[in-house]
């Protein structure tokens, strides 16, 4: 079992499945995931965030409200950063979280810590981290009814933490010159782009992201850099789907998913 101890996750020896867990691959390094279908699985919107955003060796990354801790564990597949820390505010999704660190060896590496996003700057300190990701809760009040289940209901909806806390949290811990990545829904994004240079996180790459080629975009992935310059570029579309049911291969590329002639499967 884990325990909190001092708002941290304290890892013990085994790694154990409680009731309606599972554990998931991750096709990237062998890793491996643990998940409950009852409470809140990670979505495609995490992978896409965990393939847009980049980091460099020796670089500390961060990411707010990790829930499953499946962004900090791609990154870590992906990239040869120093450190990759998950900050999660729910107690069962950090302690599930840090369990599926120890299930992939991956403790020297990754740190699970509970804690509030509103916090974080409170946490960690100013200008600590090299790179913050995050995938926030997309709806306010004004859009759509709240999941009656609290987990999923903190995922979705901003109930612990809004657009604002995210993006000044964000910006307070990260390092001048930092890169600030998020995905989020395209609907607001005239309100993320103003509250990215409210706190001086310059928007510099982003890229729309539509389930077919004929439909509208349903997500938008977003670059900003703390103190940056007034410049940013905006990437061609990502389609997610090619036919019912069959993904382009962008997208098997960032799942890597591959058969023996390095073709999608």
């Known amino acids: 079992m884990e325990k909190i101890q001092g708002e941290r996750i304290v890892r013990q ?3 154990e499945l409680k009731e309606n867990e599972r554990i998931d691959d991750l096709q990237r390094n062998r890793y491996k995931i643990i998940q409950n279908r009852d409470k809140f699985c990670f979505g495609m919107d ?17 990411d707010l409200g990790t829930g499953t801790g499946i962004i ?37 590496k990754i740190n699970i810590v509970k804690g509030d996003i509103c916090r ?20 306010n009040d004004a859009h759509g009814l709240k999941n009656p289940e609290l987990p999923k209901a903190i995922a979705r ?5 809004t657009l604002e ?3 000044r949290e964000g910006a307070g811990i990260l390092k001048p010159g930092g890169h600030f990545f998020m995905v989020h829904r395209p609907h607001r994004l005239i309100e ?6 409210m706190y001086k996180l310059e928007p510099k790459r982003m890229k729309m992201v539509h389930p077919f080629v004929d439909k509208d975009a349903n997500m938008v992935l977003i670059e900003a850099v703390r103190g940056g310059k007034s410049m940013i570029k905006v990437e061609p579309p990502l389609v997610v789907y090619r036919d019912v ?21």
């Open 157 to 161: 909806h901003e109930v612990l933490c």
């Open 46 to 62: 995490a992978v896409l965030l965990s393939g847009f955003a980049q980091v460099r060796p020796g670089e500390r990354v961060i």
């Open 72 to 108: 900090p564990i791609l990154l870590e597949a992906r990239y040869e950063g120093e450190s990759y820390t998950g900050l999660e505010i729910q107690e069962e999704m950090a302690e599930m979280a840090a369990r599926s660190v120890r299930l992939n060896g991956l403790e020297d």
């Open 165 to 167: 806390d995210v993006v």
């Open 192 to 197: 993320i782009i103003s509250m990215l240079v």
């Open 120 to 139: 974080a700057r409170e946490l960690f300190g100013l200008s600590v981290f090299d790179v913050v990701t995050c995938n926030p809760p997309y709806m």
């Open 13 to 15: 020896s085994s790694v």
């Open 245 to 265: 049911g069959v993904y382009t291969d962008e997208i098997y590329e960032i799942y890597g998913y591959y058969g023996q002639e390095g073709r999608p499967w």
